[in-house]
């Protein structure tokens, strides 16, 4: 099984909102990725946990928290984002160094 | 640094035609190379890898050969079908690395 599972799949906020995305793979995966894809582009790393600690932040702004509560979840947190944050958000995992398996993505819209 | 380049889109193809996608890549020792492909709506899905010189990859009809002396990972198949119409990455990772590093992407638009 390489399914990794986000919700929500569709997400509309205010910029004044707070909002979390949600990430879970079962397979054993120990290190975890958030990516921002914008249309008709590839993904662009936002971050990476390795063993449930934060190990690259590709210098994101603050308004994006991540959190990796244990081994299979992994969230995002979403605070006073900007129209130009619209995108689809993807999470993948892997062992260690290895192939990366993606999510199906959650569609961000800000209004 | 690393980098991977493919192919600009759309490639238009019939039916059962044969499809050819080029990606070349730059990158210092011996990287893993992958093929991720993109359905309109979707998520990526790995499609197929390779992890060292001359290795195949193949999967669903589709083949990939890692070609170190022309730091190539070309994607063929022999007969499309309207539902490959979607988007085709090409990827790489170093060794010892967890970034991949991705190609700009390849529509792929089959008509019937």
């Known amino acids: 099984d390489t399914e990794v599972t986000q919700t929500p799949k569709h997400l509309v906020m205010g910029m004044t909102n707070k909002k979390s995305l949600k990430c879970e793979q079962h397979?054993?995966?120990?290190?975890m990725y958030w990516y921002k894809q914008k249309a008709k582009k590839p993904p662009e790393l936002m971050f990476v946990y390795s063993y449930e600690k934060l190990s690259i932040n590709e210098s994101v702004p603050s308004r994006f928290s991540p959190e990796c509560p244990n081994s299979s979840l992994l969230n995002l947190h979403l605070h006073a984002l900007q129209p130009e944050d619209s995108a689809l958000y993807l999470c993948a995992s892997s062992h260690l160094m290895d192939t990366q398996y993606f999510g199906p993505g959650t569609r961000l819209t800000v209004l | 640094g690393d980098s991977v380049t493919q192919m600009e889109g759309p490639v238009t193809l019939s039916e059962e035609a044969f499809l050819t996608i080029n990606c070349t890549y730059t990158?210092?020792?011996?990287?893993?190379l992958f093929w991720y492909v993109q359905y309109p709506g979707e998520g990526l899905q790995l499609l197929l890898k390779?992890?060292?010189?001359?290795d195949k990859g193949s999967n669903k009809g589709f083949e990939a050969t890692y070609r170190k002396e022309t730091t190539s990972f070309h994607l063929e198949k022999g007969s499309v079908q309207v539902s490959d119409s979607a988007v085709y990455f090409c990827?790489?990772?170093?060794?010892?690395?967890?970034?991949?590093?991705f190609g700009g992407g390849t529509r792929v638009l089959v008509k019937p």
């Open positions: 990158a210092t020792g011996y990287p893993s």
């Open positions: 990827a790489l990772i170093k060794a010892a690395g967890n970034k991949l590093t």
């Open positions: 390779a992890t060292k010189a001359d």
């Open positions: 397979m054993g995966h120990r290190a």
